[in-house]
């Protein structure tokens, strides 16, 4: 499970946290392991059940206020209490003045306390997406992901199988290469796989017998993308006569990537079958789906009542005889 400290959430600056230490410094090495963040409101009025320690605690305008209502003995209790929590850190919003009995146990308690300039909805806002960058499951995969038809489409299967030159033909007409051979994943939440390509190898694509070719200088920037969602899993498999493929498509096959279920289809490879073509109709099949359609499940329904209203026409003339 990937990690920060909470010096390395001070050190960002791409993020653009505007983040400064007002006390706590022996905390820094404190760690942040979920992308999930805390108001503690209900903490600092005494109910500490629900805390959550591991978690960024942002105190905003609100908390600051309600503070500022109780005696200062009954604010610093709440405070001793919170700060015995062992939290990651504090987060104080709107560049307000902590008091300074918060920043005193902070100290104490090597708690780090930070402040930002920005209101409490957008820092939590950003830090979210900060954290879900840095902090979300990653992993590693070996394909080739393009963009078809909005579809992000990654295609698997054994080297040479034909993945480079199939995702070659569909940037020929007009779709986008995101990564090829190999694709960092991603999750997201609540459930979407996103999929980018290795920093070295970004635009780049190997095709056996020409080499390294970088798609960006051939193609246009309107041939590429920097990172897609994955909506839909292809394995190309070479073609064994004898073997059984689905030829119906009524099975709805499922490829898990950090546990979630993308829909997956395997075609086969063989000599005359134009693989980019299918693809491309496999992704204009999967819009369909979304829009709640599926070809392969109305064709059943329409042959199942062909076949009921036969069976009705056939019965109706057996008996119909047997009266004669």
Not at 213 to 226: C, D, Q, S, T
Not at 265 to 292: D, F, H, Y
Request: charged share 25%; net charge negative.
């Amino acid at each position: 499970m990937p990690e920060l400290t909470i010096q390395e959430i001070l050190d960002e600056k791409e993020a653009g946290l505007d983040l400064e230490l007002l006390s706590g410094a022996g905390g820094l090495s404190n760690i942040v392991s979920v992308p999930r963040i805390q108001k503690p409101g209900l903490a600092l009025a005494g109910y500490t059940d629900s805390l959550h320690p591991d978690r960024v605690q942002i105190i905003g305008a609100t908390e600051l206020s309600f503070l500022k209502t109780l005696p200062q003995e009954k604010a610093v209790e709440s405070l001793r209490a919170l700060c015995r929590t062992s939290l990651s850190c504090l987060i104080i919003t709107k560049n307000q003045d902590a008091p300074d009995y918060l920043l005193e146990h902070a100290e104490a308690g090597s708690t780090p306390l930070l402040r930002t300039k920005h209101l409490s909805s957008n820092f939590i806002a950003l830090l979210t997406r900060f954290l879900e960058e840095r902090l979300l499951p990653t992993s590693t995969l070996h394909g080739v992901l393009v963009d078809v038809l909005g579809i992000g489409v990654l295609l698997q299967g054994k080297s040479g199988v034909g993945k480079s030159e199939c995702a070659l033909e569909l940037i020929l007409r007009g779709y986008r290469l995101v990564a090829d051979d190999i694709i960092k994943v991603r999750f997201k939440l609540p459930s979407v796989v996103f999929g980018e390509g290795m920093d070295l190898l970004h635009y780049h694509m190997e095709i056996r017998g020409l080499g390294i070719l970088n798609i960006k200088h051939l193609f246009g920037v309107a041939a590429i993308r920097e990172r897609k969602k994955i909506d839909l899993v292809v394995e190309l498999v070479k073609w064994e006569d004898g073997r059984e493929y689905d030829r119906l498509g009524l099975e709805e096959k499922v490829f898990n990537i950090h546990g979630v279920d993308l829909p997956f289809v395997r075609i086969p490879v063989a000599p005359g079958r134009n693989i980019s073509t299918i693809v491309e109709v496999a992704a204009r099949n999967q819009l369909l789906k979304g829009m709640g359609y599926h070809s392969a499940r109305e064709f059943q329904e329409l042959l199942e009542k062909r076949m009921a209203a036969a069976a009705h026409l056939h019965s109706h003339t057996i008996i119909g005889e047997d009266l004669e």
